[in-house]
């Protein structure tokens, strides 16, 4: 049976069980915006452009903010890093409900927005994934991966599918509303986790890293959890 049932000794783990509590509760937030987003973008232009524009400006900010959540997650307690992030999402997704409920909402408000959310969204992420290791034991590590794996899977599904029914009942603010209240828990569940300074290290070599590298690793670790035979 342990071969065929997801692990859960990872959740033993108090640390990892509010990482992986927050995330879960991200994700399907985030599906909320993914449905809202497109949606009032082409009721304020009637363009399809104008919705591939801006998911092409956030798609670009949550890959540069990847790229720099690496550099900063290898000098800097990664969990104060996270928590920033969350944070500033979190005030992202507030601004764009209130800009929502204006009689006339702007279009370079959800831009800005946009692209504030995207490179928050990517070094929280990033961060999160560099310090998993920190959060679990060597040997739970595959089983961490299953997990947060699943945690993308479910809510890549719910998400939208309840996104599109609170948009049907209640509009498109309350969407943006319910994403910036999963922020805000997201972020609260997120205080909870240890301290976590970067690894030791020559300055030298740190500095010599490029964002670009930093990234990588980030990147490849989490393909690395989902590809695991656990997942």
Do not use: K
């Not at 995330?23 to 009637?46: C, D, H, K, M």
């Not at 049907?168 to 603010?173: E, K, R, T």
């Not at 490849?220 to 989902?226: F, G």
Request: aromatic share 4%; net charge positive.
């Amino acid at each position: 049976m342990s071969r065929i049932l997801l692990d859960l000794t990872p959740l033993r783990a108090s640390p990892f069980r509010a990482a992986f509590a927050a995330r879960a509760v991200s994700v399907v937030g985030l599906g909320f915006l993914i449905v809202a987003v497109p949606l009032q973008v082409y009721e304020l232009t009637g363009s399809t452009t104008g919705v591939a524009t801006i998911t092409a400006v956030v798609g670009v900010s949550a890959f540069a903010g990847t790229l720099i959540g690496g550099v900063l997650a290898d000098r800097h307690d990664r969990q104060r890093l996270i928590v920033a992030a969350r944070a500033v999402a979190t005030a992202g997704f507030a601004v764009l409900a209130l800009n929502a409920v204006l009689p006339a909402p702007q279009l370079w408000l959800i831009v800005v927005c946009g692209v504030v959310d995207g490179m928050a969204g990517g070094v929280s992420g990033t961060a999160l994934t560099a310090a998993t290791p920190s959060l679990v034991g060597e040997d739970d590590l595959p089983a961490a991966g299953a997990l947060v794996a699943l945690t993308s899977d479910i809510g890549a599904v719910l998400g939208p599918a309840l996104g599109g029914v609170l948009i049907g009942l209640a509009g498109i603010p309350a969407n943006y509303a319910v994403c910036a209240v999963t922020s805000l828990v997201t972020t609260l569940l997120l205080t909870r986790l240890p301290a976590m300074a970067p690894p030791p290290g020559p300055r030298e070599r740190s500095t010599a890293r490029s964002p670009a590298a930093s990234g990588s690793r980030a990147a490849t670790a989490s393909w690395a959890a989902r590809s695991s035979p656990a997942s």
